[in-house]
């Protein structure tokens, strides 16, 4: 039996546990990320348990009538545990509609997660969506590079990085986003956008998820830095070093301008094809 409640604020340490053991969960449903901007969405989300363990968590907001699930996100819907199938996943939907419908609300706006970001395959909830009949009224599209596998610049990419580079072009790390993000204002003017995080959004979530690294003491080796640093002076091009790179490794890679650096100056192999990946939802 599963029963459905309201989100409070005491559930946060909970619900971020279930998003990061969670099949489809990711950075954006945790609640540090999803409360940066609670003051512009009236929140409604909600909390699924069987017997007092979350199971799932629904991201979700209210405008009048209607829930959105979410409507400051690029996507969520039900964020599942490894438990759940779709016997499982019917049930909680069915709960999930009785317990809006008692407090007055006549639709529901759902985005599902792109299969390509979950961590095991959970789509159990398109069906359930199929059974209690939703219509598709829009479809996005999500680009996207696989990390793990060796990425392929295009001809057009390799060309406006070398017009970069000879026009003296430097990237730098930086702690503060103010000069990206007035860059940024500057470039959408031209197409009569803005940004859709505010600086003091950007600084806040800086602060939130990429911590100030750790000041190194000499003699202390960091094995992920040291092994990525042999692996970079061994690749003789950018497809073969990242390519070695394990997850950690690549973390190291970004967390050092130095190495960062080095792996820019790397040439790229020629003769390969682009990889990459497109999902529409």
Do not use: C
């Amino acid at each position: 039996m599963f029963t459905v409640r309201r989100y409070e604020p005491s559930d946060a340490a909970a619900w971020d546990a279930l998003v990061m053991r969670s099949r489809n969960g990711n950075l954006l449903h945790r609640r540090g990320y999803m409360d940066y901007h609670a003051h512009r969405f009236t929140d409604a989300s909600l909390v699924i348990e069987r017997d007092g363990d979350i199971v799932a968590v629904f991201p979700a907001n209210r405008q009048q009538d209607t829930i959105a699930s979410h409507g400051g996100l690029t996507y969520a819907g039900l964020i599942s545990g490894q438990a759940l199938r779709a016997e499982a996943t019917l049930a909680i939907f069915g709960s999930i509609r009785d317990f809006y419908r008692e407090t007055d609300v006549t639709a529901l706006h759902y985005k599902a997660v792109p299969h390509v970001f979950h961590a095991y395959p959970a789509e159990e909830d398109l069906y359930a969506l199929h059974r209690f009949g939703a219509r598709l009224v829009r479809r996005d599209l999500s680009s996207v590079i696989p990390l793990r596998q060796a990425h392929a610049l295009t001809q057009g990419r390799k060309a406006a990085g070398n017009k970069a580079r000879n026009a003296g072009v430097v990237r730098q790390e930086g702690n503060d986003p103010a000069e990206f993000h007035a860059l940024l204002v500057d470039v959408l003017q031209r197409h009569e956008v803005t940004p859709t995080h505010s600086l003091p959004e950007l600084r806040l979530l800086h602060a939130r998820f990429l911590p100030a690294p750790v000041e190194r003491r000499r003699g202390d080796i960091d094995q992920s830095r040291a092994t990525a640093s042999a692996k970079l002076a061994e690749a003789l091009s950018i497809e073969e070093a990242v390519a070695w790179l394990k997850p950690g490794e690549r973390v190291a890679v970004l967390l050092d301008r130095s190495l960062l650096d080095w792996l820019a100056t790397l040439p790229v192999a020629a003769g390969e094809a682009t990889s990459g990946a497109e999902t529409a939802r």
